[in-house]
């Protein structure tokens, strides 16, 4: 079994994330999402609840599982026994940090492979930041994420106006 991981925050999976997961997934006899616990980010959704989006967005992909993961990702890599760590690059301006990301890994762990796919046009200027700003302004998201992470974006956002209310109040 040659396998891969695929480390992200996913705060939430986008439909950029979704393209590389199908694509990558051809490439690997498995691949684990691997979601990051520990990062600089401040995410919206809890791990649970990315868990959950993730779950549903991936569950008629047989060979596709979902884990969360603390600390380094090529050890998490080794950990899982997979071979490579998957991303996507979407732009320029992707490439300088990736680049980086990869090399720092390789040095870590010469044994475990980078492999980037570029992202479809359609999802190259997306990101998970864009879209919450977008639904949190009442913009419609679904050319960009699936209905169920939609639900939950509004979801998330009227809750967290209801607050905002009551705290005023
Ligand atoms: N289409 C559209 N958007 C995409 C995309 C695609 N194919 N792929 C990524 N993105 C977006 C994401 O939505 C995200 O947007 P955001 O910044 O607005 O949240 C952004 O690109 C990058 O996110 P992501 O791919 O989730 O990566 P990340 O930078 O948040 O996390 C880790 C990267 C988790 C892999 C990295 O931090 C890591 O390895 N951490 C563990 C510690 C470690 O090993 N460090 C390295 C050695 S020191």
């Not at 380094?72 to 979407?90: P, Y």
Request: hydrophobic content about 45%.
């Amino acid at each position: 079994m040659r396998t891969a991981i695929y480390p992200g925050t996913f705060d939430p999976v986008t439909k950029g994330h979704l393209d590389i997961l199908t694509r990558g997934k051809e490439l690997f006899d498995g691949v684990t999402i691997a979601i990051a616990a520990d990062n600089q980010k401040t995410p919206l959704f809890s791990l649970g609840e990315r868990m959950e989006l993730l779950l549903e967005a991936t569950k008629d992909m047989p060979n596709v599982d979902v884990r969360v993961f603390e600390g380094l990702t090529v050890e998490f890599a080794r950990k899982c026994g997979a071979v490579a760590i998957l991303r996507g690059l979407r732009a320029l301006s992707d490439f300088e940090y990736e680049f980086q990301l990869a090399l720092m890994n390789k040095k870590i762990a010469p044994d475990i492979e980078t492999v980037f796919l570029m992202t479809q046009s359609e999802f190259s200027f997306i990101s998970s930041s864009a879209i919450k700003w977008a639904s949190s302004l009442h913009a419609g998201v679904s050319d960009f994420v699936t209905p169920h992470v939609e639900k939950a974006l509004m979801a998330k956002f009227s809750n967290l106006r209801s607050d905002v209310r009551d705290e005023d109040s």
